[in-house]
């Protein structure tokens, strides 16, 4: 004890029944909520049946769910947290924040969702319900998923039962993320370019189509 008005005090040592301040930690005088983060991507085809899979299972949720959903061309859903497009940041924000992270099977939207060390539960479009204009997002996703780089879900029950996993327990659907790892990003996605046309030459006698490659704020994306 000091007892001279004006003398500084020395911080006191923290005792044994302080707890210690953790990284991410929740605020908890709020309700914890799963952070769900669910990208369409910015191609021009709606994905309907991704944005309608994901509505019934977030009504039928109980649990509280901190939600945001990127549904670029498709019809927006009556569901708080829905947004048409994010920009670079913002995407990378939500990437960030986020427990699980839900998407469309794009090779620069699913690195990305593991360099911020997400496994990414994938569901690819499918070009005969009009979702793309070929099928690289099924070739590709289905070759992650058998390698297990992704957790892919092409029905609605596996998504059902992969959020509900992740609901339960967020870390099942975690990896050691690298968000400095930016130069081996860029290369791994001039390496998923080839691999996608490789694939889409192998199914089908049609020449494959050229992709469409996006130079936004540093980072390529294969549409």
Known sequence: ???ETGTARRPQPRTAAEPARLPR??????VAQLRLLVAVGTDKHPFDRLVDWLARWHAQATESIGLTL???HTNAPPLSGAVPFLGHDALQQAMADADLVVCHGGPATILEARRHGHLPIVVPRDPTRGEHVDDHQ????????AAGLVALCETREALHDALAAGLADPSRYAVAADPEAHEARRAAVARVGQIVDDLVARSTPRPPRRRSWRLRRGTEEIR
């Open 70 to 72: 990127q549904h670029g």
């Open 138 to 145: 099924l070739l590709f996703a289905r070759r992650l998923g």
């Open 25 to 30: 930690q929740r605020d908890s005088s709020a």
């Open 1 to 3: 004890m000091t007892g």
